[in-house]
């Protein structure tokens, strides 16, 4: 199996037997009688084991051999007691036949590894060697209480106590030698050689290893010298370390968490930005709110296109009834004359054309009638006189060409007297309103919408605007709206849109006196003379019956002041015919009160 290579036997198998001149004796001695040609032996079976030590064990000591007197070289006697281990057998197991030793457990290993190899399963551990503290300069060497396996050992300087000597524990035949351990005995000073003064031996230094048995059972570790933390104090320092981890990655989060937030709102964010927003809400709204009004009232507010006589205007209206009637001011549909052209568009888009029914320039109001329409919606006519001022409004109408646009706001005072038109020159075309005034913004393009109140019912027609610059009416001024808007009321409207459907014209309430338009004083004057040379009071009229003459000043009308002859005008056209009136007269310094009735006159 070892393939013709030489035997060899391993050094942990066994020592080499010497002889006492330290010799090794020849390869053919050293071998037994049964050893094959590869190198196989039995091993002798280890001794017990003793348990008085724990680990450490001794080996039985060999006894002294006694030198054979009869043999020239000296060589010692053995007793059959103190024959050494093997030598009555081939294998080295004393006292046992050959037959009956022990067997290897495994087939020779050819390459001799451990622990299929030699030396077996039962050898023992071979002694270990432990370095000697070195003396003293001139000192003797103590001796080594564990000798090297395989070489002999050394006796020492001087005797033992008792005064026997050991021999060497070296092999004395052919058999193997068994190595001895002797037990451990306090190092004593030997003697020195002759010659040397006797030196002091140190003091053993303790050495860990000097009782060390490989093959004991494992021993607890020695400590180093450091403190061992208890298992409270291992507990605090983990919960030190969790805190401090803890505290370090809030830390570090925070500060990351803070780089990150800066960067996203300088940055505006990662990736596509989509911002936040409402969802659908229902579309319908308080019925007397702005929106609710609105939605109510534009169905039946129109637009109307005018053109007509080189002239064009855009202006507002709304439906009166079923029928087609719509409600506008006079000077809205003026350029189309009696042969021009009017466009209407409702608020859903549809647009229809239009012919005027009849208009009074005196009230400023005209009605035109839509063709071939059906399905309209009225809007509701209120109260001008419930109107108290602060009251909340609404104004509809298209300023521009802007249809549909809506506004909103107060009603900033009643019965303000305001007079508009004038272009002809000779007073035919001014109209005098006793109007509603409202911060509800008004523009050119309005005229003639509705001025709502909070059911959305119609109180008034817008009409005039005081602008910046002149404070016309809605047509002339085109500076837009500073918060002075004037709407007709719709008490007045109404009967003027009846009388023009009814009739075509419109009638107006007099007292039959000529008024002196130049008088500046506080009031309004009764004319000298008529005009177109007729008395100033008309004979048989309301004011001549009531006693009215030419000078006198009128200076209050139903107990409310007037300071001019526009207003007196006015007052006088916000009632119908037929209604009865109270005027304050001043004549000659003194005052009366005078009633009357009021006439008529075609418009």
């Known amino acids: 199996m070892n393939e013709g290579k030489p035997t060899k036997a391993k ?6 037997p010497q002889d006492p001149a330290g010799a090794e004796p020849a390869a053919d001695e050293a071998r037994g009688p049964d050893t094959d040609a590869e190198g196989d032996f039995e091993l002798a079976r280890p001794l017990a084991r003793r348990d008085e030590d724990a680990g450490d064990y001794e080996l039985r000591r060999p006894d002294a051999p006694t030198t054979n007197r009869d043999a020239p070289d000296g060589t010692p006697e053995h007793s059959p007691e103190t024959a050494p281990a093997g ?10 036949p050959a037959q009956d030793a022990p067997k290897p457990l495994h087939d020779p290993d050819p390459y001799s590894t451990p622990p299929y190899g030699e030396p077996g399963p039962w050898a023992p551990a071979p002694p270990v060697q432990h370095p000697a503290a070195t003396p003293a300069h001139g000192g003797a060497t103590p001796a080594t209480d564990h000798p090297v396996s395989g070489a002999p050992a050394s006796a020492p300087y001087g005797p033992p106590a008792g005064g026997q000597a050991h021999a060497p524990y070296g092999p004395s035949g052919g058999g193997q030698a068994q190595a001895v351990v002797p037990a451990q005995v306090q190092p004593q000073n030997p003697p020195g050689p ?14 860990p290893w000097r009782r060390y048995d490989p093959w004991a059972a494992p021993a607890p570790l020695q400590q180093t010298g450091a403190p061992t933390p208890s298992t409270e104090q291992r507990r605090r320092r983990g919960r030190r370390t969790l805190l401090l981890g803890a505290l370090v990655l809030a830390l570090v989060s925070g500060g990351i968490g803070g780089l990150v937030g800066t960067y996203l709102e300088r940055n505006g964010g990662v990736g596509t930005l989509e911002l936040p927003q409402a969802g659908k809400e229902a579309a319908s709204r308080d019925a007397d709110s702005v929106a609710g009004i609105a939605g ?4 039946s507010v129109v637009t109307l296109h005018v053109s ?9 209206g709304f439906v009166l009834d079923t029928r087609g009637h719509i409600l506008t001011n006079n000077h809205v549909v003026r350029p189309a004359g009696t042969s021009g052209e009017i466009t209407v568009t409702f608020h859903g888009g549809e647009t229809a054309e239009a012919e005027l029914v009849g208009r009074d320039s005196g009230y400023d109001l005209a009605v035109v009638k839509v063709k071939g329409v059906s399905g309209l919606t009225p809007l509701p006519l209120g109260n001008s006189d419930n109107v108290q001022v602060g009251d909340p409004v609404v104004a509809i109408g298209a300023p521009f060409d802007l249809a549909g646009t809506v506004t909103s706001g107060i ?28 911060d509800a913004p008004i523009n050119p393009g309005n005229s003639g919408g509705p001025l709502l109140d909070s059911k959305a019912r119609v109180i008034g027609i817008n009409s005039a605007i005081r602008s910046a610059d002149s404070g016309s009416d809605l ?49 309004a004057r009764v004319d000298t003379e008529g005009s177109e040379g007729g008395p100033p009071v008309t004979a048989g009229g309301p004011g001549a ?37 109270e005027l304050t007269v001043e004549r000659g310094g003194k005052e009366r009160t005078v009633s009357l009735v009021l006439g008529s006159s075609g418009g």
Do not use: C
């Open 545 to 581: 019956r009531a006693g009215i003459k030419a000078g006198d000043v009128i200076t209050e009308v139903d107990g409310r002041r007037i300071h001019s002859g526009e207003e007196l005008i006015v007052k006088t056209r916000a009632h119908r015919p037929g209604d009865r009136l």
């Open 308 to 316: 007509g006589s080189g002239e064009q205007g855009t202006g507002t």
């Open 194 to 207: 002759a010659g040397y003064a006797e030196a002091p031996v140190p003091a053993p230094v303790p050495d």
């Open 411 to 438: 009603i900033s005072a009643k019965q303000r007297p305001i007079t508009a038109g004038g272009e002809k020159g000779d007073g035919s075309d001014v109209s005098y309103v006793d109007a509603l005034q409202t």
């Open 296 to 299: 109510r009232a534009l169905p």
């Open 475 to 523: 047509d002339s001024g085109q500076s837009g709206s500073i918060g002075l808007g004037f709407a007709i009321p719709i008490n007045q409207g109404k009967r003027v849109a009846e009388e023009l459907i009814n009739t075509g014209k419109a009638t107006h309430p007099v007292i039959g006196i000529t008024l002196d338009m130049d008088y500046t004083g506080d009031g």
């Open 11 to 16: 050094w942990w198998s066994r020592p080499r």
């Open 87 to 96: 030598a009555g057998t081939p294998g080295g197991s004393p006292g046992v």
